[in-house]
């Protein structure tokens, strides 16, 4: 169900939040990064209170756009800047986020504090090698039998 979530993820405004637009795409026009950071900082605070962390986990640019994403590391918030006046243009629950680490078994690192997604590589991992073995022995159950009765 996840990978089918995260396939209509870009279609559905419910998993992701449509991009939108800033004033100018010059990006000679546009706030410094420590300018955003601040703005981002103090708006994820006023949006949904001090005990919200505002650390960033990565800040992702829309040259084409002339906005800014803010994407938070301890939760699924984020937040649309316009890149020219620091102007919030939206506030974000990014479930699309939420439905890739549970697809991927991040959650669980995630929840515990595992260090280095070690729970991520093993699940993953784990679940490769099996659909892998399991479709070469569904294949052989099906072959099998057909292959036996022309002979």
Do not use: C
Request: no cysteine.
């Amino acid at each position: 169900m996840t990978g089918a979530f995260l396939g209509w993820k870009k279609h559905v405004d419910v998993l992701q939040y449509p991009t939108k637009k800033g004033i100018s795409q010059n990006a000679h026009e546009w706030l410094s990064m420590d300018s955003i950071m601040t703005i981002s900082t103090s708006e994820i605070q006023a949006w949904k209170g001090p005990e919200y962390s505002s650390e960033i986990d990565k800040i992702d640019v829309r040259p084409d756009k002339g906005i800014v994403k803010i994407i938070y590391k301890e939760h699924y918030y984020s937040l649309q800047l316009d890149a020219t006046s620091g102007k919030v243009l939206s506030h974000e629950y990014r479930a699309s986020d939420l439905m890739e680490h549970l697809h991927d078994g991040a959650i669980v690192d995630r929840l515990f504090g595992i260090p280095g997604e070690m729970f991520k590589l093993v699940y993953s991992s784990i679940l490769g090698i099996a659909l892998v073995v399991f479709s070469i022995t569904g294949f052989w159950l099906w072959y099998g039998p057909k292959r036996m009765k022309r002979k």
